[in-house]
């Protein structure tokens, strides 16, 4: 019993943070940050503002983030009442609280001191980062890796991983690489939606009829992410090709390995519908699509991260890590 309400706490959470992340770029996208003036809790000097489209997007979000900020703390006290005989159950958990308190405190003071571009792009990428902690916690919890002491199997201890579920340094650092970089294409493209660049590249593949066009302004920007993003799917390619040769007995690897491919891919177009929809009705959905994908992507990268860890210092060391399931630890966790 206890175990099935762990289970649906950590998926809830996660999925909290998912929509506290899509509500957030909702607010972007519409220009709604200032639904609520400068005022921070309250709504224009109201707990429950007066109807306009923009305060009532803003406050919505406060709303949200507000509630799933109690399911973060719930699933961290939950963690540690629970599982803490478990160093990475509570490390992502720990992940999920910091950044979502640290992201709450930066939004507050976007409202009521005014900040950079630079600095509100870093607002997603913070709440991108506690929606892979909570993400990565709910995958433990539900694929029984993070069990509570009393539920987990009695043969746990005895059980080791072949020498083919020991994956290579260089594979390892390469997951790793990918997963950092990937963050680093997500914080520019927070950056075009915060200094209002979309326009900047006319076209796609092309920017503005050019293979390489002016450097400069809001073209340069967005002609950086788009390479960005172009360098990222050619990591994934080739992340997932190893991983499909190399490690195709290790399920976690050779599935999370095409899932990253594949929301590469769905990201790109995403980001191409963007572009063709820019002034039509279609605009909005496609942006949001863009951010739905792409944090689906650094969440499969971030599992693939800790999976690849797991069987590379988790195996070297003797500890027990079954191919299918990831366990840590020898005897616990």
């Given amino acids: 019993m206890m175990r099935t309400g ?70 961290a006290v939950a963690a540690w009442l629970k599982l803490r005989h478990n160093k990475e159950a509570l490390l992502y958990i720990g992940i999920g609280f910091g950044f979502t308190v640290v992201q709450s405190i930066l939004g507050a003071m976007a409202v009521i001191w005014p900040q950079s571009d630079a600095v509100m792009a870093l607002h997603f990428g913070f709440s991108l980062i506690a929606f892979a902690g909570t993400l990565l ?24 991983p072949p020498h083919s579920s020991r994956i290579s340094a260089g594979f390892r650092n390469l997951v790793w690489g990918t997963t ?9 493209g927070a950056f075009v939606r915060h200094t209002d660049s979309m326009g900047g590249c006319a076209g796609w593949p092309l920017c503005n009829g050019q293979w390489i066009p002016e450097l400069s302004g809001a073209t340069g920007i967005v002609f950086l992410h788009r390479t960005a993003a172009l360098l990222l799917l ?10 499909q040769r190399r490690y195709g007995d290790i399920p976690p690897l050779r599935n999370g390995s095409l899932w990253a491919a594949g929301l590469t891919i769905l990201q790109i177009l995403c980001g191409a519908a963007i572009v063709f929809s820019m002034g039509t009705d279609w605009y909005l959905l496609a942006a949001l699509a863009h951010v739905v994908v792409v944090s689906g992507l650094f969440g499969v990268l971030c599992e693939l991260s800790a999976t690849a860890y797991r069987h590379g210092v988790g195996a070297e060391q003797g500890h027990s890590v079954p191919v299918g399931a990831g366990w840590v630890g020898k005897g616990r966790t």
Avoid: Q
């Avoid at 709910?138 to 059980?159: H, L, M, S, T, Y």
């Avoid at 050619?234 to 991983?243: D, E, F, M």
């Fill in 6 to 75: 762990l289970k649906w706490l950590s998926v809830v959470t996660a999925a909290g943070m998912g929509l506290v992340l899509l509500m957030g770029a909702l607010v972007t996208k519409t220009g709604s940050g200032d639904g609520c003036g400068k005022d921070w809790p309250l709504c224009n000097g109201k707990f429950v503002p007066a109807y306009t489209v923009e305060s009532m997007i803003e406050y919505s979000h406060r709303a949200v983030s507000g509630a799933v900020g109690l399911l973060v703390v719930a699933a």
């Fill in 137 to 160: 916690f709910a995958i433990g919890v539900c694929n029984g890796r993070f069990a509570p002491e009393e539920d987990r199997p009695r043969d746990i201890a005895r059980r080791r």
């Fill in 234 to 243: 050619v990591l994934v390619a080739v992340l997932a090709v190893i991983a």
């Fill in 180 to 188: 950092i970089y990937s963050y680093a294409v997500v914080y520019l």
